[in-house]
């Protein structure tokens, strides 16, 4: 007894209770209390426990077999203990027992109580009531257990039932999100479709902020949700009622987090839209071209091409028919390893192959059908030879006549005199080896003493070929066409390479000038400057210039120009100029033009300077303005020519000049400047760039009204070519084309032609052009300001 009442001091400690019987209630009563989450985790461990009843029972076997031993090996005594120890090992198991083992573990005990009850002896009654108070403790417990869990369950299920009506609101707002996902998809889509009809810029970036207006919707509703959900306790937990929305709540929330990264998805693809819509439309079209052809001259049901589908496609698609070693030699190459039809990777390299079979077959052709022609050209010409060679000979002494001269047996002209020229005519190439007019116009006589003999040799030769027979025997008329062809090709050919070489005469002399003329206009800006510097120093107009050019001269004619040792001097002597009289003279001779002296009006155009009104000022009659009369105001745009000065003004100390208004013609003095320095005028505002190619005149042109082809100088194609010489071609009546204006080139004007009832914009201008100083006449109309 001492032992077993150990193990019961023990088993009731474990329980919690102070004595035998009570303190299993005690212990239950204890148990009862604890909070509802922990009797959740006891009652889930039971069950997992219950879940797996091998180890218990295994055990229980393995202890009902070490006490049967026992039983066996011990005395009497020892069978009362060990029956003792078995019922008290079942009293501990019947003590916690659940509500679903109790059953189970009360007839294992009421089985022990049968079979150890007569080995129990003296504490056979004391034993069976401990029996009995414990069956009846431990089904009492099981009682309140289950109606405890019971209440349990029932408070779960109202909590439960609750939040599964605010899932049943709160699932709307995900299914809103999603609908919202599944428009902004259909948005996308659309923009898709949109961007392959239109790829403007701004078709994408108002595609782009509606796809975005629509992530920013869908943002706005997962809000909402979000905002529900934590109102309404929607949220994980380990508790009964949010187990069973559990497996909703997570399917919802996947629903949500797949809608936010389809939307962030959707969004970078509308941001890269444009170039893979522009790709892929291209690769759609092209793939669905070659794929509808495979599929036209596939084998049926296989999708796949043999050999007779390279027969056919080459002789629809290539307008050609392969041969039978063709075809077979296109389809091995095509072939891949290891298959028996060409499947639809193998068309490009199908499509080439029939291509080289063709051009192949096509090549092959053109050769047999040359050689061939030259067969037969071979045996007429040797036929023709056998059987018309006498008649043949008669003609061929009139057709070597045509170019000897009567009386001459040697003919005037040959290659050797047209090689000859052609030499002479390469070294006008290389104009910068001449080293002046002179030398070029030697070099230029000696080419046209060879050009005018062989024109008139060729002048003689078409008329003696124009008198050849008009016809022949018709035997003979093949011969006779082809002998008459080559002499009629070569006079063309020779009356071609003359025409060129006149033309190239004409060119050289041309390009010299223009060059002498570029040389020329590279002085003027400093030869222009130090002459204007003199002018306002010694205060003179062009006029008192003009005869200051002339000073020195001695004897000879005083009404005379300018010639060129004069202005020479004049510039080294008086100006203090540094040029060679060499370059002098060359601006000298391009200044002059065609003349021999400088004359008057052609110094003044060269003097020509203007200045544009950058504030409102006024035109007085005299250069002393205390005193002096207003003319009239001019206004900030408005052009005035330069005419004298610039002078100060002895009083007031500003300078002023005297000048022309471009726009109505008065003459007057102006200020250049305020008192305090602020500009009334700067210098320029007659340069212009020209907007629109047309004819540059030495006279004023006509109406603008009429059309540039109109105006056009005949033989002018390219308007970037060489300038031609002046006056070579005449426009309208009687007008003469300088040169063409090309579009953009700079002009600075020198004078206006204009009517009174036209305003400045609608009027003629003369015009000098900055690339070669060449003047001439234009319209306003063509120019813009620079």
């Keep these: 007894e001492g032992k077993d009442g150990k193990e019961r001091r023990s088993r009731e400690r474990r329980r919690g209770g102070g004595g035998r019987g009570g303190g299993g209630g005690g212990g239950g009563a204890r148990s009862r209390s604890r909070d509802r989450r922990s009797r959740g985790r006891r009652g889930r461990g039971r069950d997992r426990r219950d879940e797996r009843p091998e180890r218990p029972r295994r055990r229980e076997q393995s202890e009902s077999r070490r006490s049967k031993r026992r039983d066996e090996g011990g005395s009497g005594g020892d069978s009362e203990s060990k029956a003792i120890t078995a019922l008290r090992r079942i009293f501990k198991r019947v003590d916690g027992a659940t509500p679903e083992t109790l059953p189970e573990l009360q007839q294992e005990l009421l089985t022990a109580l049968a079979e150890y009850g007569s080995k129990l002896g003296d504490r056979k009654d004391e034993l069976l009531a401990e029996a009995n108070m414990l069956l009846q403790s431990s089904h009492n417990r099981a009682q309140e257990n289950a109606e405890a869990e019971t209440a349990r369950f029932q408070e779960f299920e109202v909590e439960a039932k609750l939040l599964k009506e605010k899932m049943t609101e709160w699932i709307p707002l995900v299914d809103i999100v999603v609908e919202r996902r599944d428009t902004m998809k259909e948005a996308v889509q659309k923009f898709m479709e949109d961007l392959a009809t239109d790829l403007s810029e701004e078709a994408f970036k108002a595609g782009v902020k509606e796809i975005e207006d629509h992530k920013k919707e869908i943002n706005d509703a997962i809000s909402n949700a979000r905002e529900f959900a934590a109102k309404a306790g929607i949220k994980e937990g380990e508790d009964y009622a949010r187990e069973q929305i559990a497996a909703e709540l997570k399917k919802q929330n996947k629903r949500i987090a797949g809608v936010r990264k389809s939307a962030d998805g959707l969004v970078e693809d509308a941001r890269n839209a444009k170039e893979k819509v522009a790709k892929r439309l291209a690769a759609q079209f092209a793939e669905r071209e070659e794929d509808a052809l495979f599929k036209k001259y596939a084998v049926s049901g296989k999708g796949a091409w043999y050999k007779d589908s390279v027969f056919r496609f080459g002789k629809e698609e290539f307008k050609f028919e392969l041969t039978k070693e063709a075809r077979d030699r296109v389809f091995e190459r095509a072939l891949p390893t290891g298959e028996e039809l060409i499947p639809r990777s193998g068309f490009v390299k199908v499509k080439s192959l029939v291509g080289i079979e063709r051009q192949t077959v096509k090549q092959q052709k053109l050769r047999e059908q040359r050689l061939e022609k030259e067969r037969k050209q071979a045996e007429e010409k040797e036929a023709r030879k056998i059987a018309l060679e006498a008649k043949k000979f008669e003609l061929q002494t009139q057709l070597e006549r045509v170019f000897v001269q009567e009386g001459d047996e040697n003919p005037a002209l040959s290659e050797k005199n047209m090689t000859q020229i052609d030499t002479l005519l390469k070294c006008l190439g290389t104009i910068n080896n001449f080293k002046g007019m002179q030398e070029l116009d030697k070099h230029i006589a000696e080419i046209v003493a060879l050009v005018e003999p062989a024109e008139a040799v060729i002048a003689g030769a078409r008329q003696r070929f124009n008198d050849l027979p008009a016809k022949v025997d018709n035997e003979l008329l093949k011969f006779w066409q082809q002998e008459t062809k080559t002499i009629k090709t070569t006079l063309e050919g020779w009356e071609a390479r003359l025409k060129t070489s006149r033309s190239a005469l004409s060119s050289a002399r041309t390009t010299f000038k223009t060059r002498r003329a570029l040389e020329a206009e590279k002085l003027r800006p400093g030869i222009v400057s130090r002459l204007r510097e ?119 100390k500003i300078m002023r000049i005297k000048g022309r208004a471009v726009k109505d013609g008065v003459e007057g003095w102006i200020s250049l400047a305020n008192s305090k320095g602020k500009p009334f005028m700067d210098e320029g505002g007659n340069t212009y760039r020209v907007k629109a190619e047309g004819p540059l005149t030495e006279a004023p042109p006509a109406d603008v009204e009429e059309t540039l082809a109109e105006a056009k100088p005949v033989g002018v194609v390219d308007p970037k070519a060489e300038p031609k010489p002046a006056g070579a071609v005449t426009v309208g009546k009687d007008e003469s084309v300088v040169r063409p204006l090309r579009k953009g080139e700079m002009v600075d004007a020198i004078e206006w032609d204009r009517e009174e009832s036209k305003p400045l914009e609608q009027s003629k201008v003369r015009v000098r052009a900055k690339f070669d100083g060449t003047i001439g006449w234009t319209h306003m109309k063509m120019l813009d300001a620079a």
Excluded: W
């Design 534 to 652: 003199h002018m306002k120093t010694q205060k003179l107009d062009v006029s008192e210039l003009f005869m200051n050019l002339r000073i020195r001269r001695v004897g000879g004619n005083k009404d005379t120009g300018v010639s060129e040792e004069e202005f020479t001097s004049f510039l080294r002597d008086s100006l203090g100029h540094e040029g060679a009289p060499e370059e002098l003279g060359k601006f000298f001779r391009h200044l002059c033009g065609d003349k021999d002296s400088l004359e008057l009006e052609t110094l003044q155009i060269c003097m020509k300077c203007f200045y544009k009104v950058v504030e409102a000022t006024v035109i007085h009659p005299q250069l002393q303005l205390k005193g002096a009369g207003a003319i009239r105001k001019v206004y900030p745009g408005e052009i005035i020519e330069f005419l004298l000065g610039p002078q100060e003004d002895p009083e007031i």
